[in-house]
């Protein structure tokens, strides 16, 4: 069996993050008897000065993108459209509010060292488009936790600290350095670099062309 490794960098408040790794894992699940897969998870934040209260987040992108909030919102009524299609909970994407990631970032790293990486980015991917709850809250991560079934007074301890920030940080400046300004981005056996929310045909392709080219 081939083993591929797939480095994903991306941030929480990513909504196309959440739709590519959704359409990945479809793709993967259809080479399952072929490709083992290692899937590591890399921090990116989209607004690292954010602080203070969030704002709504239609006028938020519309400013940001120099785009009317009507524009805004027809964007992202067509991301829960392709969400409900792929099974991931965009309910309420266009309640949310803008929010720092980082916390959230340290609390994934500290997943991954219980095995439980994917699960707790897909646990924020759910409360933050899903739910519009505020994920840079320590009350709502230490709820992610819960749902994983994870230690919630470790993890306490870890929000409480500054661990994992210096991993977080390398992250993001490792990526950037490699020339990562968008996201997701996905790096394929540390060597080939696929940027954006492939379908998951393109995936299934684009997975054997490496493989076979990698042997």
């Given at each position: 069996?081939?083993?591929?490794?797939?480095?994903?960098?991306?941030?929480?408040?990513?909504?196309?993050?959440?739709?590519?790794?959704?359409?990945?894992?479809?793709?993967?699940?259809?080479?399952?008897?072929?490709?083992?897969?290692?899937?590591?998870?890399?921090?990116?934040?989209?607004?690292?000065?954010?602080?203070g209260p969030g704002e709504p987040i239609?006028?938020?992108?519309?400013?940001?993108?120099?785009?009317?909030?009507?524009?805004?919102?027809?964007?992202?009524?067509?991301?829960?459209?392709?969400?409900?299609?792929?099974?991931?909970?965009?309910?309420?994407?266009?309640?949310?509010?803008?929010?720092?990631?980082?916390?959230?970032?340290?609390?994934?790293?500290?997943?991954?060292?219980?095995?439980?990486?994917?699960?707790?980015?897909?646990?924020?991917?759910?409360?933050?488009?899903?739910?519009?709850?505020?994920?840079?809250?320590?009350?709502?991560?230490?709820?992610?936790?819960?749902?994983?079934?994870?230690?919630?007074?470790?993890?306490?301890?870890?929000?409480?600290?500054?661990?994992?920030?210096?991993?977080?940080?390398?992250?993001?400046?490792?990526?950037?350095?490699?020339?990562?300004?968008?996201?997701?981005?996905?790096?394929?056996?540390?060597?080939?670099?696929?940027?954006?929310?492939?379908?998951?045909?393109?995936?299934?392709?684009?997975?054997?062309?490496?493989?076979?080219?990698?042997?």
């Open positions: 069996m081939n083993n591929i490794q797939i480095d994903i960098v991306s941030d929480i408040a990513c909504p196309w993050c959440a739709i590519g790794y959704a359409r990945l894992q479809r793709a993967m699940a259809q080479l399952a008897a072929e490709y083992k897969f290692t899937v590591q998870w890399h921090a990116f934040e989209l607004n690292p000065e954010h602080s239609l006028p938020a992108l519309a400013k940001k993108y120099g785009r009317s909030e009507e524009e805004m919102r027809a964007n992202q009524s067509n991301m829960m459209t392709i969400a409900t299609d792929l099974g991931i909970n965009f309910e309420n994407i266009q309640q949310r509010l803008t929010c720092n990631t980082f916390d959230a970032h340290r609390l994934v790293k500290w997943a991954g060292e219980q095995g439980q990486q994917t699960a707790m980015k897909q646990a924020l991917f759910e409360v933050y488009f899903g739910h519009a709850m505020n994920v840079s809250d320590h009350a709502v991560l230490l709820g992610c936790v819960e749902t994983l079934g994870l230690d919630s007074a470790a993890a306490k301890q870890v929000l409480e600290s500054d661990q994992y920030a210096a991993a977080v940080r390398e992250d993001e400046a490792t990526y950037q350095q490699a020339g990562v300004t968008s996201v997701p981005a996905f790096i394929i056996n540390s060597k080939y670099l696929i940027s954006g929310a492939q379908e998951s045909d393109a995936w299934v392709k684009a997975l054997q062309e490496i493989s076979a080219e990698s042997a």
